[in-house]
């Protein structure tokens, strides 16, 4: 089993920065794929971006250049750094850990962490 804690969530104004933190506990494989996702009010929850294990990392085209995923596999942690914040960034910011075995892919949720930009 693996337990997320995510943090540094907060208020911010438009153009400002956030970094968000996510704390894994127990085992962590050299497979496991970790993300964040995000809910806007009233919307879906989207992915926003992800990464390997080996740091190799995915993002959705709104985020590509203002937001940075990165992991330090010897704290169990994932990071995002998001700069140049917009309204529309508002929402839960969820951590994700996907554990592929065979076929089956079981994920891990945090709890989730508020991220609200004012304009």
């Known amino acids: 089993q693996v337990q997320l804690v995510e943090s540094g969530g907060g208020l911010v104004q438009a153009g400002g920065s956030l970094r968000l933190s996510c704390a894994a506990s127990?085992?962590?494989?050299?497979?496991?794929?970790m993300a964040w996702y995000r809910q806007p009010p009233g919307k879906a929850r989207e992915l926003v971006t992800s990464?390997?294990?080996?740091?190799?990392?995915w993002y959705e085209s709104s985020v590509n250049g203002r937001f940075t995923i990165s992991r330090d596999n010897a704290k169990n942690t994932m990071y995002l750094h998001m700069n140049n914040l917009g309204p529309e960034d508002t929402a839960v910011y969820y951590c994700?850990?996907?554990?592929?075995?065979?076929?089956?892919?079981?994920?891990?949720w945090g709890p989730g962490t508020q991220v609200t930009v004012s304009s």
């Open positions: 990464i390997t294990y080996g740091g190799k990392t």
């Open positions: 127990g085992t962590i494989f050299s497979t496991d794929v």
């Open positions: 994700n850990l996907a554990r592929p075995f065979y076929a089956v892919t079981t994920t891990f």
